[in-house]
């Protein structure tokens, strides 16, 4: 089984995990599948949108700066994601493999990168204020609150460095 392996670390475990959710869910497929498809006023209607918030797309009739910005949202979430696994000592500290804490970290680690991803790439939008940062910052915390808990599946049972 590819996550029970002893040789996984938990920040690349974790990271993997993320780049698997933007790549699938953050497609444009599935984020036109969701608006078409859900009901945002129903609970799952509104997770199965919420999946698609770091969206990425080439759609040739956006300027350059949009597509940018929006690939770069996805492109930060996965590797701030791998910082903050790296950074946060719950995946690495650990006593034991497959502990609470390296769930909690892994959490912790996306909901921080959702967070980051979303304020850094807001100063690239074409007229950037704080309140728009905040607000942006705000939603990416909150991907990352309701998505994070597979991150931190992933991260679970992983080695925390040299042995």
């Known amino acids: 089984m590819a996550l029970g392996n002893r040789y996984k670390s938990a920040p690349g475990a974790g990271t993997l995990a993320a780049l698997i959710l933007v790549l699938v869910f953050g497609s444009p497929w ?92 807001t100063l690239f939008l074409k007229n950037p204020s704080l309140l728009g940062a905040f607000q942006a910052a705000g939603n990416g915390a909150g991907y990352g609150l309701f998505v994070g808990w597979i991150v931190g599946l992933a991260t679970l049972g992983g080695y925390r460095g040299k042995r």
């Not at 609970?43 to 040739?60: C, I, K, T, V």
């Not at 034991?96 to 390296?102: N, P, V």
């Open 30 to 121: 599935y984020s036109d599948w969701a608006n078409k498809n859900t009901n945002a006023n129903t609970a799952g209607g509104w997770f199965l949108r919420l999946l698609a918030w770091p969206h990425w797309e080439f759609n040739s009739n956006d300027s350059l700066r949009t597509i940018i910005v929006g690939d770069l949202k996805a492109i930060l979430l996965v590797v701030l994601t791998l910082i903050f696994l790296l950074l946060l000592p719950g995946s690495q500290l650990a006593r034991a493999r497959g502990t609470i804490s390296q769930f909690f970290a892994g959490w912790g680690a996306y909901i921080f990168a959702g967070g980051f991803a979303a304020l850094l790439t």
